[in-house]
């Protein structure tokens, strides 16, 4: 299992894609806590200022994005060989398929803590310089904050293991990465502007509440803004992804399996 671990970290580390995500993941982030934070005590925005807690809490939770590019990531991971033809050599060298699957699993979450762990940090940034660039107190405690990035950090993790997933399944990194975007920007949207009981149940959407984000902050389209059920509780959602994960991953192990790698 070492073993396969490192050769997955060193495939990551001869590319550029990981670190191309990663400036991805913080531009993104930077770029949307930035408008959160413009629209703050604008009337009709529904923000509120950045002098109190809702409204700072807007901009420093601002770390969806990042963790989409973390599923992406694990996506890539998975099924990024069988697009280069790179497959056959993995499970030459290793043929006990569920063990290759298991490291890719958890390198990708490795990668996605890390895109999660930025995004929090440049969110919380841009949240407590924009706050104090107006002359206000900073109104969430330093134990909130670090809550808040610990989340986005755990989330992007278990979003990166479940795209390993995904990608094992699908096994075409196009596929693969819409599939991640339109399940986040259209398929929760629509479940959960439909049957709000449902939506902190749905993955995307429990894992931004991991990093304090309020439950339809970062949903799109239909779903965003909306009131209902609250979110989970942390490891309730903790725990939902990583059976998400978990599932994925058998799944994509045992159709693995099956197929022909060459």
Request: charged fraction near 10%.
């Amino acid at each position: 299992m070492t073993r396969s671990v490192r050769t997955e970290l060193l495939k990551l580390r001869s590319t550029r894609l990981p670190f191309a995500l990663a400036g991805l993941a913080a531009e993104l982030t930077a770029i949307f806590s930035l408008l959160e934070g413009s629209r703050a005590g604008s009337s009709g925005t529904g923000v509120a200022p950045l002098s109190t807690a809702a409204g700072l809490s807007v901009v420093t939770t601002v770390t969806g994005f990042a963790m989409l590019v973390a599923a992406v990531a694990g996506v890539t991971i998975a099924a990024g060989e069988f697009r280069h033809q790179d497959a056959t050599l993995t499970y030459l060298a290793t043929p006990n398929r569920s063990r290759v699957l298991a490291a890719k699993a958890l390198v990708a979450a490795l990668l996605g803590a890390l895109y999660g762990l930025l995004a929090g940090v440049v969110a919380t940034t841009i949240g407590i310089l924009l706050a104090t660039s107006q002359g206000d107190h900073i109104a969430l405690s330093a134990g909130t904050l670090a809550a808040h990035i610990g989340g986005a950090t755990v989330g992007a993790a278990l979003l990166g293991a479940t795209g390993v997933g995904l990608g094992t399944l699908i096994r075409s990194q196009l596929a693969g990465v819409i599939a991640v975007f339109v399940w986040a920007a259209v398929i929760e949207s629509v479940i959960g502007g439909l049957f709000t009981s449902i939506r902190p149940y749905l993955p995307y959407t429990a894992a931004t509440t991991l990093a304090g984000a309020k439950l339809g902050n970062a949903a799109f389209g239909p779903a965003h803004g909306l009131t209902g059920a609250g979110p989970l509780p942390f490891v309730a959602a903790t725990a939902l992804l990583a059976v998400i994960a978990a599932l994925l991953s058998a799944l994509g192990a045992r159709t693995t399996l099956k197929r022909d790698i060459a």
